[in-house]
Every structure is written in C-alpha cells, then in structure tokens.
C-alpha cells in the first residue's frame, strides 16, 4: 500500500472513533413525558422553575428538591445532588440534564437563562437601575 492510503485509513478511522464517542454522550431534547417513556436514557429538558412550589435545599445531604414546568405544560418534582446555584429562583428558564425515575427527575446537571439586564433601548443597566425598572414595570 502507498504511504498516502495508509495515512487516510488512519484519518478515516479516527473520524469515525470521534463520532462514534459523540454519538454516546449526546442526550436528547424531551419533555417530562418523553423523558419516562425513555428511562433510564439521560435526556435534557427545558423548562421553568414553578415558582408556587415549595424549593428546599438539605445541606447535609446537598439535596436540592424543586417542581418544573416543561415546555408542554407538565410539571416535575427534580431532585438535584449539588448545592442550590445562586439566583436560581430569578432565573428565567432552566436546562436540566438527567434521568426520570420513579415519578421523579433525577438531574445531573442544570443551566440557568438569567433574566436579561439589557433595557429596551439597548443599553446596559446596573443592578440597582434594573430593581428600579422591575419596581415601576
């Protein structure tokens, strides 16, 4: 075999390695719903923290419990191992990646959408110009 042919297996192989490795770590897009019915697949889901529902945080255990509310309109108690993320509650819309299990959303990681600090002209606000906006809105 020529040098050349050698070397575009070698790339070819290890494209398909690399793919092969993303193909495993990637989750999937659900509701609540479609994460049950995929269990025990790790999924992510979009949603809202439920704002009327009790969010308790157990220092001993680092156990954070809280209730979200899916893009399709179905709400989940998610229990979280790791220590509450500041301002969680002011947080817009959450991304939770994890597994659902036994009526339960077990997350292993959450990313949090904070609320824009962009005022409707375009401008930067402080953070004591944006309480004075949300006060007089």
């Known amino acids: 075999m020529k040098r050349s042919s050698i070397i575009l297996l070698l790339v070819i192989a290890l494209l398909i390695g690399v793919l092969v ?10 509701s609540f719903d479609m994460a049950q019915k995929q269990a025990p697949e790790t999924v992510t889901v979009v ?3 439920d704002l009327d529902s009790p969010i308790t945080f157990d220092p001993q255990t680092s156990m954070l419990t809280f209730t ?17 993320p500041q301002d969680f509650e002011r947080s817009e819309e ?8 036994d009526g339960q959303f077990v997350a292993i990681e959450i990313l949090m959408k904070c609320p824009s600090k962009y005022t409707e002209e375009g401008g930067v ?6 309480s004075i906006y949300t006060e007089n809105s």
Do not use: W
Request: glycine fraction near 6%; proline fraction near 2%.
């Open 125 to 130: 606000m402080a953070d004591d110009e944006a």
């Open 47 to 49: 949603a809202q923290l």
């Open 21 to 30: 490795s993303t193909i495993q770590d990637a989750s999937t897009y659900a």
């Open 94 to 101: 959450i991304t939770i990646k994890g597994r659902a299990g």
């Open 68 to 84: 979200a509310i899916d893009k399709d309109g179905q709400s989940s108690t998610v229990l979280y191992n790791q220590p509450k």
